[in-house]
């Protein structure tokens, strides 16, 4: 099942070093990582069952109290002193998009690390299975392309592709040749074309050999 704290977490590390990437202000910085651990602070006052469940097969009843979480994030923190006015706010906004598609506002004006925290927070919420069914990282990666100049600025979008590994170690994957390969290791700025070994123990660097390609993972 998804848990909300490491999912917190994730979403903390990840946002983080999406911000680096982009040159964020550290003080920035330093907010968009509070406000990924309590963003979903407000799932635990919901009752509808959103785990490895997609939110857009629910009722419209169901929906909208899943939706409510945002708002419910943000009343928890309204009267905490210790937390400053952009977490919280960021709390609140952490499902909005920049073409007015995400909720509760509905708002376009969104900023930089509006869209980083929103962002990171979609990409892992597709590996936990938070509101959605549990997708591969390939999956998710593909899932977020789409999402560019459209739901967040290229450039935020691009700076976290460039963090994800599209196949993780260990993943078991068919290549274009038809043969089976394990990933092995990582090609730092090209997730897509990693270190694989075949099943007689060579090591294909697919940023060397060109006309090789992943095709699919297996089970």
């Known amino acids: 099942s998804s848990d909300i704290y490491e999912h917190s977490m ?11 990437k982009l040159n964020i202000s550290k003080e920035k910085i330093y907010e968009i990582g509070v406000a990924a651990l309590l963003h979903d602070l407000g799932l635990r006052y919901i ?21 409510k979480h945002t708002v419910y994030g943000y009343s928890a923190l309204v009267k ?43 990409f892992d919420e597709l590996l936990c299975g938070v509101g959605c069914v549990r997708m591969k990282v390939h999956e998710a990666v593909e899932y977020i392309k789409v999402q560019k100049d459209h739901k967040f600025s290229s450039e935020i979008v691009e700076a976290l592709l460039q963090l994800a590994a599209v196949y993780p170690t260990g ?49």
């Open 171 to 219: 993943t078991q994957v068919l290549l274009s040749d038809g043969s089976i390969g394990v990933v092995v290791g990582q090609n730092e700025g090209f997730p897509e074309r990693p270190n694989v070994r075949a099943k007689d123990g060579t090591i294909l660097n697919l940023l060397e050999i060109l006309n090789l390609v992943i095709v699919r993972v297996l089970d």
């Open 10 to 20: 994730s979403v903390c590390v990840l946002s983080i070093l999406t911000s680096l």
């Open 80 to 122: 905490e002193k210790r937390v400053s006015e952009n977490v919280k706010k960021l709390v609140l906004l952490h499902h909005e998009r920049i073409d007015g598609s995400g909720y509760p506002l509905r708002t376009k004006d969104i900023t930089v690390e509006n869209q980083i925290l929103a962002l990171c927070e979609l």
């Open 47 to 67: 009752t509808v069952d959103y785990d490895n469940k997609n939110i857009e097969t629910y009722s419209e009843k169901e929906k909208e109290e899943y939706k």
